[in-house]
């Protein structure tokens, strides 16, 4: 390469020669002169020497003319030309060299430079940037094309303090080198930490030029720096609180050594080998009466009896298996008295502090303790008696009570069947109405005395809540009616068709009492009673009860003590209203125990609004089962029934009511004559009074249960006790239910049809079946009740009854649709009321579906338009069974067919 740029130097020579200048020898040299120069500069001594040998002669002998002549004149040049270069080539290797040893020096310098791990900055006098090496691009992020003529000042973070820059310029300007450090920033905005040595660059004349920057980044150096003084003055700090700690728990534990002497808590260490002491303190040994010295002297086994030698070592093995123990046991005083103690051991092992093993023992004086307990036992068995005499005179009040009630009550049913004078009618009617306000009485208080007896129990089983709101609506209907008030249901439908689980007897107790309560302290108005669901999920469901009322209103002062028992709003003697004042109580108690809360929101004259809240878990067992409807329509003709009941009026009046229904009914004055008479003959079902002379109810069923004959005759206790375990005794004894007294025609009738549901059969003959039979049969909306089919000349009385009950009501929904249009409400109500009732009991049973619906939109306030069209259906339901009626055939004409 170096020979082919000797070669081209020489062609531009050879170029020059020709075009430039003219053809003789002088011009030759002065043309290949230079030529050697640069060859010798450039390419080296080697080519050069070539480039003269080859130059000289075709600069002397080609170029000079005669062009290819060769003489003596010819000499002279060529070795001038050949001397002059020797001595230029030899001039130019010297420098050559010179400038080879200071170029490679140069270029070593400049590889240290630029591959030092310092960052080097070389600026001018005015700082701007002249070179960088590679260690600032890699420190800053900035190329070298981003700064070189750039001022330093970009690399600045703002964070390095002024004074730093003022002390800089201050020695550069002095020419002096500055030491320092710069907060500076990378292009990527982040920060560093510079330690940079800055000095001025001199000429040979002395003159500053530029200045050269090395710097090192310093950052990790200074984070570890700092962290490092943190962990140090963290040190310093640890020890100081470690000292400071110390101290303290070198004065805690003075302190403690003297709690220790002095609590009122017996220490004991000892010696887990031998059961001696190996430290006491003052308070144990001034418990039994030692000193510490005379402690030290014995062991556990001295002092505590349940301790002795012999099993001690037992005792320490269990010890030391379970870690710990505490117990009961007695100390033994120096003068020979028992100390009563509670102890509490711990064991120590040793393995930790190289020690044998020990225990720790802690004793405490119990003998306050022990009398208080013994006092406490005392009380607690002096109230237990009490309570049982309590609750055996709650159960005895009961009977009492409620056997002649029971007494009066029954009398007045069967009065009601004889009487006709309105005027005695009227009295009965106050004379029952008394009765059942002194049964409701009786009930509040064995409620509450069984609440506050903590022995109510609450029920948990499937319901209808569209069920219990129809039941607290009968109960209350009448008493608004009265007093001239609405009486209205807010409910959504799928919540009154909905299931739940929980006790609906009890809830409905809760809603009668609070709707009664609205009823009796409102005038004027009406209430309404509202269902709200609150939250729901796949297991539960919150319902808001809600009962208001537009009455008198409750005083802020009186709201507080509205709960108490015997308490009401106006407690003065000249009060109107009335009451014992436990309704509310018995409701917020009732509430409680199913795990809601009640409240009341009122204002003095502006009515109240009474409101408590209940979760209630979906029915598991899909639909509720269905409410025994009380009949006494039902037709128990053939069925055997003994009644074992002390009592004689009673005993009279629960005859009379069993034949009232169809019944073959004997008495037994006591359970001993009841076992007599099921050992003679079988029964289809027994009732068995509890509380008998001779023999008691329970005994009674015991033995009846045992006779082969009466394995599975349903037994149905007649009680009056106050309480749910009396209940669960008769069913203990084998009885199957129970009937509360008092007992009405209803609820006889109502408990007889659950045990005794086969009620086709009359005297055991089959039912009768003829033409009327299956005509009737066939009527739709029609279900014809069992009594009615004993007979021909019964199915003749029952469509005489079916004529009189379309002739009576087929103009009813006529007259609804007009009390709905004039806004008589209430006269609706009574009538679709009327028709659902009497529908019911003879069989017509859409007609009273229909009614119900129409029942239900008057109490949910439904518009006008609803309760029309509904009673434009029953009216079509009405009409179509008159029409079925009258293509019946003759009841003479008919034969019986069994």
């Keep these: 390469m170096r020979y082919l740029l000797v070669a081209g130097i020489f062609l531009v020579a050879l170029g020059l020669r020709f075009l430039l200048l003219p053809v003789n020898a002088g011009a030759a040299f002065l043309t290949f002169y230079p030529g050697a120069v640069v060859a010798s500069l450039l390419c080296g001594v080697g080519p050069t020497l070539a480039y003269i040998l080859v130059a000289a002669p075709v600069a002397v002998y080609v170029f000079n003319p005669p062009y290819w002549a060769f003489g003596a004149n010819d000499v002279v040049p060529m070795v001038a030309f050949i001397g002059a270069?020797?001595?230029?080539?030899?001039?130019v290797n010297f420098y050559q060299r010179r400038v080879a040893r200071q170029t490679q020096m140069l270029l070593k310098l400049a590889k240290a430079v630029e591959q030092s791990a310092e960052s080097i900055v070389i600026t001018n006098l005015d700082a701007d940037i002249e070179y960088v090496n590679e260690a600032f691009v890699r420190i800053s992020g900035f190329r070298?094309?981003?700064?070189?003529?750039?001022?330093?000042?970009?690399?600045?973070?703002?964070?390095?303090?002024?004074?730093?820059?003022?002390?800089?310029w201050q020695a550069l300007l002095e020419g002096k080198t500055w030491q320092g450090e710069f907060i500076n920033r990378r292009k990527n905005d982040g920060e560093y930490v510079e330690s940079a040595i800055i000095t001025p660059i001199r000429q040979g004349d002395g003159r500053v030029s530029h200045y050269v920057a090395v710097k090192a980044d310093v950052t990790a150096r200074k984070r570890d720096a700092a962290e490092l003084d943190r962990h140090r003055h963290h040190l310093e700090e640890l020890v100081r609180e470690r000292t400071?700690?110390?101290?303290?728990?070198?004065?805690r534990l003075l302190e403690t050594q003297f709690a220790l002497e002095n609590v009122g808590i017996g220490i004991h260490w000892v010696d887990a080998a031998s059961g001696r002491f190996i430290h006491v303190n003052r308070y144990a040994a001034s418990m039994l009466g030692y000193s510490v010295a005379e402690m030290l002297e014995l062991g556990v086994p001295d002092i505590d009896p349940n301790f002795d030698a012999g099993r001690f070592g037992?005792?320490?093995e269990r010890l030391s298996r379970q870690g710990g123990m505490q117990f009961e046991s007695s100390n033994l005083t120096k003068d020979g008295r028992l100390v009563p103690v509670e102890v509490t051991l711990y064991y120590l092992s040793g393995e930790a502090t190289k020690r044998a093993a020990r225990v720790v023992a802690f004793l405490k004086n119990i003998t306050q303790r022990k009398e208080a307990e013994s006092m406490l036992l005392q009380a607690k068995q002096s109230a237990e008696a009490a309570n049982a005499a309590k609750t055996a005179f709650l159960a005895n009040m009961s009977h009492e009570i409620r056997t002649p009630l029971h007494v009066i009550i029954g009398l007045g049913h069967l009065l009601r069947r004889d009487l006709a004078d309105p005027v005695q009618l009227e009295r009965l009617d106050q004379l029952a109405a008394s009765s059942d306000h002194l049964l409701a009485l009786i009930n509040d208080v064995l409620d509450l005395s069984k609440i506050e007896a903590e022995r109510l129990i609450i029920d948990r089983s499937d319901f209808s809540l569209g069920t219990v709101v129809d039941q607290v609506m009968r109960m209350t209907e009448g008493l608004a009616r009265e007093k001239?008030?609405?009486?209205?249901t807010v409910i959504a439908p799928d919540l009154r068709v909905m299931t739940l689980n929980g006790d609906a007897l009890r809830l409905a107790q809760v809603l009668i009492n609070l709707c009664g309560n609205a009823i009796k302290f409102t005038d004027r108005g009406g209430v309404r009673l509202s269902l709200d669901v609150l939250a729901e999920d796949a297991a539960t469901v919150t319902v808001g009860f809600a009962v208001a009322d537009s009455g008198i209103g409750i005083a802020p002062e009186d709201q507080a003590r509205l709960f108490q028992p015997f308490q009401q709003a106006d407690s003065s003697t000249t009060r109107e209203r009335g009451g014992t004042g436990l309704g509310l109580a018995i409701c917020q108690r009732l509430v409680g125990l199913m795990g809601g809360t009640i409240r009341v929101d009122s204002c003095l004259g502006a009515g109240s609004n009474i409101r408590f809240t209940l979760v209630l878990p979906r029915a598991a067992g899909g639909d509720a089962a269905a409410d025994v409807v009380p009949s006494s329509a039902a037709d128990f003709r053939g069925r055997h029934v003994l009644c074992a009941e002390d009592h004689p009026l009673s005993q009279e009046i629960l005859l009379e009511m069993l034949e009232d229904i169809g019944c073959v009914a004997e008495v037994a004055a006591d359970g001993a004559e009841a076992l007599a008479c099921a050992r003679e003959r079988s029964y289809d079902l027994i009732l068995m009074d509890m509380q008998m002379p001779v023999m008691d109810g329970l005994a009674a069923a015991r033995a009846i249960r045992a006779l082969p004959a009466h394995r599975s005759t349903p037994i149905i206790a007649l009680t009056a006790n106050a309480f749910a375990e009396d209940r669960q005794r008769c069913l203990d004894a084998g009885m199957n239910g129970h009937l509360g007294k008092p007992v009405t025609p209803a609820t006889l009738a109502a408990v007889l049809g659950q045990w005794l549901p086969n009620l086709a059969v009359a005297d055991g003959a089959a039912p009768c079946e003829n033409a009327m039979s299956r005509a009737l049969d066939a009527i739709p909306g029609l279900s014809m009740p069992a009594l009615w089919r004993r007979s021909a000349q019964r199915l003749g009385e029952y469509c005489a009854q079916l004529l009189d009950f379309v002739q009576m009501h087929g103009e009813d929904m006529a007259r609804l649709r007009?009390?709905?249009?004039?806004?008589d409400d209430d006269a609706a109500?009574?009538?679709?009321?009327?028709?659902k009732g009497i529908a019911g009991l003879i069989g017509a049973r859409r007609v009273a579906a229909l009614a119900g619906d129409i029942l239900q939109a008057l109490r949910a306030q439904a518009d006008a338009a609803v309760v029309v069209a509904l009673a434009n259906a029953c009216e079509a339901e009405l009409a179509g069974l008159a029409e079925a009626l009258r293509r019946l055939p003759e009841p003479a004409a008919e034969s019986v067919a069994t």
């Design 85 to 91: 270069a020797t001595i230029i080539l030899a001039v």
């Design 144 to 168: 070298r094309d981003e700064v070189l003529g750039k001022n330093a000042r970009l690399l600045r973070s703002g964070k390095t303090p002024p004074a730093t820059y003022a002390a800089l």
């Design 244 to 251: 400071t700690a110390l101290e303290e728990t070198n004065d």
């Design 314 to 316: 037992e005792n320490i």
């Design 484 to 488: 001239g008030l609405t009486l209205t």
């Design 818 to 823: 007009q009390h709905v249009a004039a806004g």
């Design 829 to 835: 109500h009574v009538l679709a009321h009327n028709l």
